[in-house]
C-alpha cells in the first residue's frame, strides 16, 4: 500500500485489461486515478458492441425507480462502472476499494504534471481485430 496513487493514461488501452489493473490496484489499497477515459477502447465489432449495449440500456425494473438499475452513458462513468464490476462491491473492502478509483475525461490540471503510466499488456496497439473508442460508444448510446 503506497500513498502515492497511481495515474494511468487510458489512451489506446484495451478497457477491460485497463478496468482489471485498476480493480486489482485499488483492493490492494492504492488510490487509482484514469486519464482520457472517453480514448480507452474496446475491441470487437462496431455494431455488435453497439447492439450489446443497446440491449443493456432496456434493463428496467417495474417496482420501486429508486432500485431501478443506472445504466451509465459518458464515457468516465461508464469506464467507473466497469470496474465495479471487477470489485466485490458488496463486501465492505468492494466499496472501499471502488471509492479509490477516480476515472476523468480528459486531463484535470492537477494532474496535468504527472507522468501518467501506461499499462503494457492493455495496449490497443497489440489488436488485430476491430475496436471501438469510449468516446464513439458514448455518442452512439447517447451519453
Do not use: C
Amino acid at each position: 500500500m503506497s500513498s502515492e496513487p497511481i495515474v494511468i493514461d487510458a489512451t489506446n488501452q484495451i478497457m477491460g485489461r485497463l478496468a482489471s489493473y485498476a480493480a486489482k490496484s485499488a483492493l490492494s489499497g492504492n488510490t487509482v486515478i484514469v486519464l482520457n477515459a472517453e480514448k480507452a477502447v474496446i475491441s470487437g465489432r462496431k455494431s455488435n458492441i453497439v447492439e450489446e449495449a443497446k440491449r443493456r440500456l432496456k434493463t428496467r425494473t417495474l417496482a420501486s425507480q429508486t432500485t431501478a438499475p443506472v445504466h451509465q452513458r459518458r464515457p468516465d462513468l461508464y469506464l467507473r462502472r466497469v470496474v465495479r464490476g471487477m470489485l466485490p462491491w458488496k463486501k465492505a473492502k468492494g466499496k472501499a476499494a471502488f471509492h479509490r478509483v477516480l476515472v476523468f475525461m480528459g486531463v484535470p490540471e492537477q494532474y496535468s504534471k504527472t507522468k501518467p503510466a501506461k499499462i503494457p499488456d492493455a495496449d490497443a496497439s497489440r489488436l488485430t481485430t476491430p475496436y471501438l473508442t469510449l468516446a464513439a460508444l458514448a455518442e452512439e448510446i447517447g451519453g
